[in-house]
């Protein structure tokens, strides 16, 4: 449980539990967001921007809510709602021993109590969503080969080998030699500027294998680097994608060839692993207020 008050208030904002809110997916409303069957309206989220504004936890000045904290909130209840999608696909429900679980928790904070009602129940529904999505197991093999074909970032991890160059010219002149079915490790080691691509093909890894977790994507890699691969097809070369180092032709690897990273990524957290590749990859619709979704980042940012 990562619950914690009040300093930490919205990082406990993590996921909607699949029991539902008062005031999410309200007919009469606007939404705020909308994701497969699930919505969001933008007068809930109003109600939990006042009460987060009564408890200290964000400041708000002349009735104005600053942007980045309706943002804020926003990504929250958009992987909430995420998750209650996800935790459907798969058959997995939040029990009441969930609720109780976390409602005993927080019940120990003394200023949890003083918090708006509907900012108590939401703490709560996150957290036990949370717990449920802990519960998750991993797809068998066919449906992570399927899910990685239709989609490669879908399983919340990508298997990448790239090569950077200085000219837009030289990465089509790549391209060109990459269509004619040259290996990609080949032409990585003779284009590449990037050091060391001779002997790694281009292979971004982590040290545990193939595969990197979209998370780390997400935070430390050039983010027009990772809306190129993002867009890219399992097993056909992308580009050129300009990024802050230069032209990239960017490569998803095939599933064959780096399935065993997969699986053995994915075991170790299924849920969130799964959470993350859906929302990167979900319709969503945030109201045009707000923001958008960007998935190269993993957050709504402004227009």
């Given at each position: 449980?990562?619950?914690?008050?009040?300093?930490?208030?919205?990082?406990?904002?993590?996921?909607?539990?699949?029991?539902?809110?008062?005031?999410c997916?309200?007919?009469?409303?606007?939404a705020?967001?909308?994701v497969?069957?699930?919505?969001?309206?933008?007068?809930?989220?109003?109600?939990?921007?006042?009460?987060?504004?009564?408890?200290?936890?964000?400041k708000?000045?002349?009735?104005?809510?600053?942007?980045?904290?309706?943002?804020?909130?926003?990504?929250?209840?958009?992987?909430?709602?995420?998750?209650?999608?996800?935790?459907?696909?798969?058959?997995?429900?939040?029990?009441?021993?969930?609720?109780?679980?976390?409602?005993?928790?927080?019940?120990?904070?003394?200023?949890?109590?003083?918090?708006?009602?509907?900012?108590?129940?939401?703490?709560?529904?996150?957290?036990?969503?949370?717990?449920a999505?802990?519960?998750?197991?991993a797809?068998?093999?066919?449906?992570?080969?399927?899910?990685?074909?239709?989609?490669?970032a879908?399983?919340?991890?990508?298997?990448?080998?790239?090569?950077?160059?200085?000219?837009?010219s030289?990465?089509?002149e790549?391209?060109?030699?990459?269509?004619?079915?040259?290996?990609?490790?080949?032409?990585?080691?003779?284009?590449?500027i990037?050091?060391?691509?001779?002997?790694?093909?281009?292979?971004?890894?982590s040290?545990?294998?193939?595969c990197?977790?979209?998370?780390?994507?997400?935070?430390?890699?050039?983010?027009?680097?990772?809306?190129?691969?993002?867009?890219?097809?399992?097993?056909?070369?992308?580009?050129?994608?300009?990024?802050?180092?230069?032209?990239?032709?960017i490569?998803?690897?095939?599933f064959?060839?780096?399935?065993?990273?997969?699986?053995?990524?994915?075991?170790?957290?299924?849920?969130?692993?799964?959470?993350?590749?859906?929302?990167?990859?979900?319709?969503?619709?945030?109201?045009?207020?707000?923001?958008?979704?960007?998935?190269?980042?993993?957050?709504?940012?402004?227009?």
């Open positions: 449980m990562t619950f914690a008050f009040p300093r930490r208030i919205l990082a406990s904002l993590v996921v909607v539990g699949a029991l539902g809110l008062a005031g997916g309200d007919a009469t409303s606007t705020a967001l909308r497969g069957s699930q919505s969001v309206s933008a007068d809930f989220l109003d109600t939990i921007l006042t009460q987060l504004g009564d408890a200290g936890q964000i708000i000045e002349n009735g104005q809510v600053p942007p980045e904290s309706s943002r804020s909130v926003l990504n929250a209840l958009y992987r909430g709602e995420a998750t209650k999608e996800l935790l459907a696909k798969y058959g997995v429900e939040v029990t009441e021993a969930d609720r109780t679980k976390v409602r005993t928790q927080v019940s120990q904070d003394a200023a949890f109590s003083n918090l708006g009602e509907d900012l108590q129940e939401l703490i709560i529904s996150l957290n036990a969503g949370d717990l999505l802990a519960r998750l197991t797809p068998s093999e066919e449906d992570l080969k399927t899910m990685y074909e239709t989609a490669p879908s399983l919340g991890m990508m298997c990448v080998a790239h090569l950077v160059v200085k000219e837009e030289t990465a089509r790549a391209l060109d030699v990459l269509n004619t079915g040259e290996k990609f490790a080949t032409v990585a080691a003779k284009y590449s990037e050091p060391g691509a001779d002997k790694s093909g281009g292979v971004l890894g040290a545990d294998g193939d990197i977790p979209l998370s780390d994507y997400q935070t430390q890699f050039d983010k027009d680097f990772v809306a190129g691969a993002l867009n890219a097809k399992a097993g056909v070369p992308t580009g050129p994608v300009k990024s802050s180092f230069g032209y990239h032709v490569y998803v690897r095939p064959d060839d780096v399935k065993l990273s997969v699986k053995t990524l994915i075991a170790t957290n299924p849920g969130e692993f799964l959470i993350k590749g859906y929302m990167a990859t979900a319709d969503v619709k945030i109201g045009s207020k707000y923001g958008r979704y960007n998935p190269a980042t993993g957050t709504i940012v402004a227009n």
